[in-house]
């Protein structure tokens, strides 16, 4: 059975951090790289960070700087270590599989997590 699953949500305050995991079974991590998604209530789903395989890393605008996409391939798990949290990030955040195409788009993804929220109070 193919899953991921997404972990270390939570409510923090604003300028808090909060380290969001994902964990995979089967067979679907291996030489793949990954990505994270958000959703914000009445909002398209988004591209926040993305790490291949190989550990290159791509990141939204208004994330860079204060995100940090990472893996371990032992584990079968990537990471979204979260700094500097602001109001505007609240969302519901997802992991997902890329299996090609633009690391930014929802396309290029074929296997997704149920979520963990994220909210960060003022």
């Known amino acids: 059975q193919v899953q991921l699953v997404e972990s270390g949500g939570g409510l923090v305050q604003a300028g808090g951090s909060l380290r969001l995991s994902c964990a995979a079974s089967g067979r679907i991590f291996s030489g793949y790289g990954m990505g994270w998604f958000r959703q914000a209530p009445g909002k398209e789903r988004e591209f926040v960070a993305s790490?291949?395989?190989?550990?290159?890393?791509n990141y939204a605008d208004s994330v860079k700087g204060r995100f940090t996409i990472s893996r371990d391939n032992a584990k079968n798990t990537v990471y979204l270590q979260m700094n500097s949290l602001k109001p505007e990030d609240t969302a519901l955040y997802y992991c997902?599989?890329?299996?090609?195409?633009?690391?930014?788009?929802?396309?290029?993804?074929?296997?997704w997590g149920q979520g963990t929220q994220v909210t960060v109070s003022s």
């Open positions: 997902a599989r890329r299996v090609g195409g633009a690391y930014y788009s929802t396309g290029a993804y074929d296997y």
């Open positions: 790490i291949s395989w190989f550990h290159s890393t």
